[in-house]
């Protein structure tokens, strides 16, 4: 089957890679010509510049933005045939994501939201998370492709499911992320040590994905080092709070819990690694929080971080 | 060893209960005094008007709150003889537990704070968790009775520490319940299912124990029957808060997830379970979250889910 | 001088009859055309069908929102001639201010942003408040247009400056009623009389607007009549929101706030006066405030509530 | 009359002395006793140790805190004769001067809170502004000692609604700060200038007491000399969320603002003038708030700060 692949970023490549290595036909896409000619060169695969690129069986999309899909798909769609089929695998903006299937399906195409998760780590292995939104048939018809890119494919629901979806997951990890640096920085000032509460914590109710994972390994560590930036998570929580707002949805903890990482983002920088939230708050309550200096769990946990 | 057991509510009688059964010889007393003489006779255990406590070995406090303990302190104390060994199980507040146990350590006594988690199910069946702050000298010359009661026993730090964990574990459960509830609701609102979405925030880094354990059975069941009430929450939250002023702590968002709380009691009543919080969100958002109709996974989930 | 007035609506007309009823020469344009047309025939003005709308000196934009403004200017901006002056007098987002007065300058038009305020009252008797950005020059050629329509006309900065003054403004407007009722239902609790506290507040460090005038004359009197509705202050808390994130402002109190505007706009209604914002605080609260039952004082204040 | 007065602070003594000059017999009382012997010899007044404070008709107590109130009243309400009237003028905290009235009438004495505003300046002109809760009786019994002291007297409702009411101004004061500070943060980050925003916002329903008078005075002229420290705010804050807690209001906003406070006293030090909250709101947005270079106006406001 031939792709026509749009966006050779730090994701779309090692992806990309991994659809050509699997026997697809593959042509390349990139606002850096000169970049799809050279990956096109080592894959064995073609290249085409974007204002040529055209009709297409498969399209998927792996680019920064909302804009930057609309973008491309507004040269795109007049040249595609009908029942192509379209895969935006960027975290986009659901409500735009709506728009576009529209259009899509006004030309009688197939469109699919399927963002990921699991960073570059797991684009390389193919075991990326993947959330797609759009109807049954166009699913299943992806679902060998997208089973070359990831382990975890889940259809949650119409067109703009998989992008809400993601953003909504990330709000819930980072009210997480800040909360639980919160409770840690009470404890810590009034003399508990860090790894004492997240084991209780992971004991009992106050339980959630930070205490279990990033905490110890990113924050105690003082590594910082999740792969994913803090800029990139303010983005998402944006789209999430547009969501809410579009669709008149109260979120009072979910539109402070924003304004925390914006703080955090101007304090620190919005390239630092998205674990420094909790620096941020840590700085605010005026303590560090560390593993105990001989604590021989340390190395312990290896759950996965994202 | 004789026990001087002071405090027969709903955990305090079974507690009480599981303590003569081991074998220990038990002074039951309780403001109701008929009642600490009816559960006496029943336990073969004798009673004592509070008035009249006197010395004893070993005392257990399971009162309402820090101010009752206090008030039972004040008369109790003073009839100690040095080295008698006090511990009190209540929810108190932590800064009250620090200057009671720096009264205590003046007339050479040993004095633990020892929070249980877990409900009347589990003070039945001795499996409650217990979070204890102290001197580890007095920890471990608890050990043999707290492991009547508990099958957890966690030594958390110097006195007041245990009962600060437990409010700061239940601080973090209530903001990741609240929480929950925002993202399902935004969710619904754009038209993914509740089941759908617990599915992928659990397999992700969203999950915390309101996905994995609250949110299905008591919130998307309707039954809304954990056993723990509002009133309960509010004032561990409330603790927790006083904890981070004190401290001089600054934490927003629990600050914030607090007042969320205290609508909720208001709007639903604060003898409501404390998963009608999750009703409070989804009334202001306008939709209900249900499991789906058909949904053969319901029964499934068999987490603890206190 | 010829004007090209484009949107007939409750502020719209009054404002464009002003302006014809002062000797301007009015084309006037409406998606409603048969209203413009019988608005025309009263005015002794001409009409035009908005994609027949042309070539013009001047053009006025008092439209919903900025899509709305940005659909029109998409047809029209092309067929105006060098030298031609834009006024969106619309309550538009600044950032799409910002953009479309960028286009105009490559076209070599003047645009200016001057949203108003005082309500349909003072659109009839050219009273309004205008808030202009734009270049100096610019604002000078439309200061005699715009004194027919308002009596304060202040200069606030480059383009896009008026629009964000106003959704500012408004958005501590927004803070302060909701403060307001926030602190008098705490003391209307404990058993203070509204009126008593709203005389102390007003003459001590707690006043604002809301304290002087809109409590006691919408909230208090139970009238809740401003004439401002919850769902525009909703779109200009957005608008203002947008600022601060576009510009990476953090502003925890602001994004609060406009949930609470959310839930009440779901709670209430989107139609409802804005000022019934407090009644959500109220019943959040448990109470409700009203004036004293005798109290002489209830109709004397009389400063303007806009 | 005689008048015992205790606590001879920064406020204290210039009232005691206002008393002294007035012709009224003082007793001073204080824990620095020779400070106390020093005064009294220099308003020609008498001493006493706290521990042998006796009978007066008359006690006034101006002491940082309630648990100071009550311990000094611990020991001397027994010994006061039925009739005497104890007038407390310190800060203290509502639902302990309920207790502390409560205990008083057991006794037949007469109980006044009488908190005061208005800084050191107006204690030494005596234009303090009171607000005073009790018994109507009380309050006209103790009108023309309180007319030494202050200029503006209000009677605001029974025992402990002077106390609450301070605070809650003091409130609203903080959130109206908090909140035109983000404002001009969004504003500046947009640029716009600081001087015309508040023009407009004073013209407007945005304006407050922050924006007509501390906004230029002390922060956009980079004083920060209101007189008023953080740590004073910060303990007004706390004071009305207990009354707001204890009387299950919930006030979302109110709490957030508090925690803005608790965070800007870790960040610049609780001794900071109360007005530094904007400069942490600033330092939070990446800009800094000044008068504009050449502006005329710079110093004509001059409306009271407090």
Same mark, same amino acid.
Request: negative net charge; aromatic residues 4%.
């Given at each position: 089957m031939s792709v026509l692949f749009v966006g050779l970023g730090a994701m779309g490549a090692p992806m990309a890679t991994r659809l050509a290595q699997s026997g697809h036909q593959l042509v390349l896409c990139d606002v850096r010509e000169s970049y799809a000619r050279e990956l096109a060169r080592l894959l064995g695969a073609t290249h085409v510049p974007l204002a040529?690129?055209?009709?297409?069986?498969?399209?998927?999309?792996m680019l920064p933005d909302s804009p930057a899909v609309a973008a491309v798909l507004d040269g795109l769609?007049?040249?595609?045939a009908a029942g192509a089929l379209v895969i935006d695998m960027s975290s986009s903006a659901p409500a735009a994501t709506v728009r576009l299937a529209a259009r899509a399906a006004e030309r009688h195409l197939d469109y699919l939201d399927a963002p990921v998760s699991g960073g570059v780590a797991r684009a390389v292995t193919g075991e990326l998370s993947i959330m797609v939104g759009g109807a049954e048939p166009a699913v299943e018809r992806a679902r060998p492709l997208l089973a070359v890119l990831g382990s975890g494919i889940t259809h949650v629901g119409?067109?703009?499911a998989g992008h809400a979806m993601k953003a909504l997951n990330n709000l819930l990890s980072a009210v997480g992320l800040v909360?639980?640096?919160?409770? *840690?920085?009470?404890? @810590?000032?009034? #003399?508990?040590?860090?790894?004492t509460m997240?084991?209780?914590?992971n004991a009992s109710t106050g339980g959630n994905h930070a205490t279990r994972v990033k905490m110890d390994?990113?924050?105690?560590?003082?590594?910082?080092?999740s792969g994913f930036s803090l800029r990139l998570m303010v983005k998402?929580?944006?789209?999430? *709070?547009?969501?809410? @707002?579009?669709? #008149?949805?109260?979120?009072?903890v979910s539109a402070l819990v924003l304004q925390e990482w914006t703080a955090a983002g101007r304090a620190l920088g919005h390239t630092a690694d998205h674990t420094h939230i909790a620096a941020y708050v840590e700085g605010r309550a005026g303590i560090e929080l560390h593993r105990t200096a001989a604590d021989p769990s340390a190395d312990r946990r290896t759950e996965d971080a994202r």
């Open positions: 040529e690129a055209g009709p297409a069986e498969t399209v998927i999309l769609l007049p040249k595609l119409p067109s703009g909360a639980a640096a919160e409770v *840690l920085a009470i404890g @810590a000032n009034f #003399g508990l040590e860090p790894q997240l084991d209780v914590l390994r990113f924050v105690l560590s003082r590594a910082f080092d998402d929580l944006r789209t999430a *709070l547009e969501v809410a @707002a579009d669709t #008149g949805t109260p979120v009072p």
